[in-house]
T-cell receptor, first 122, second 114 residues
Framework: EAGVAQSPRYKIIEKRQSVAFWCNPI?????LYWYQQILGQGPKLLIQ????????DSQLPKDRFSAERLKGVDSTLKIQPAKLEDSAVYLCASSRYFTRDVGSLSSGNTIYFGEGSWLTVV | GDSVTQMEGPVTLSEEAFLTINCTYT??????LFWYVQYPGEGLQLLLKATKADDKGSNKGFEATYRKETTSFHLEKGSVQVSDSAVYFC?????????????FGQGTELSVKP
């Protein structure tokens, strides 16, 4: 099956400009995640969708970051205006189940990652 | 909250050496545990996983055992190759309590010399 698709792969913008990243999850996957990975650190969850609803956006800087998944399939993450500290890799990931469903607890719901979108803010 | 701690890198080994990367976790529930690998310029790839205590995950010669009594999930490989050079991330997912999101350690860079 096709993996998680992301675009663009690389983007360089000036501070205060805007940028948008697109993600298409694996077909049939209900849950979609956006992670931010700053150089030298582990990825940090920004937002999690279950179909087209938001499950967790507690670590999303809502004054500048926004994300949507209008039809419950692909998703867009936007940053406006960008700051220097937003330089990072933005990883999209998906999983088949929403793991609060009791029936999936024993399966170790696997999360699959895209190759990432590398953002440099100058 | 839940967290993952990995041994600091970088780790430099000679080819065919034995590898151990330590990982310990803190969790209030019963998480699944994972090792992800990130090769230079690429995204994260699932290496192996374990979903309950005493389970052993294995893949490509790597293995890790879920030790609930020591809250650990150490990654091991008996004989590393140059192609294993990458950054390795330990992670947990507490699906029941946290909706399945992955919480990552800071990563350990492995460099294998010929």
């Amino acid at each position: 099956e096709a993996g998680v698709a992301q675009s663009p792969r690389y983007k360089i913008i000036e501070k205060r400009q805007s940028v948008a990243f697109w993600c298409n999850p694996i077909s049939g996957h209900a849950t979609l995640y956006w992670y931010q990975q700053i150089l030298g650190q582990g990825p940090k969850l920004l937002i999690q969708f279950q179909n087209n609803g938001v499950v967790d956006d507690s670590q999303l800087p809502k004054d500048r970051f926004s994300a949507e998944r209008l039809k419950g399939v692909d998703s867009t993450l936007k940053i406006q205006p960008a700051k220097l500290e937003d330089s990072a890799v933005y990883l999209c990931a998906s999983s088949r189940y929403f793991t609060r469903d009791v029936g999936s607890l024993s399966s170790g719901n696997t999360i699959y990652f895209g190759e990432g979108s590398w953002l440099t803010v100058v | 909250g839940d967290s993952v701690t990995q041994m600091e890198g970088p780790v430099t080994l000679s080819e065919e050496a034995f590898l151990t990367i330590n990982c310990t976790y803190t969790a209030t529930g019963y998480p699944s545990l994972f090792w992800y690998v990130q090769y230079p310029g690429e995204g994260l790839q699932l290496l192996l996983k374990a979903t309950k205590a005493d389970d052993k995950g294995s893949n490509k010669g790597f293995e890790a055992t879920y030790r609930k009594e020591t809250t650990s999930f150490h990654l091991e490989k008996g004989s590393v190759q140059v192609s294993d050079s990458a950054v390795y991330f330990c992670a947990l997912s507490d699906g029941y309590n946290q909706g399945g999101k992955l919480i990552f350690g800071q990563g350990t860079e492995l460099s294998v010399k010929p």
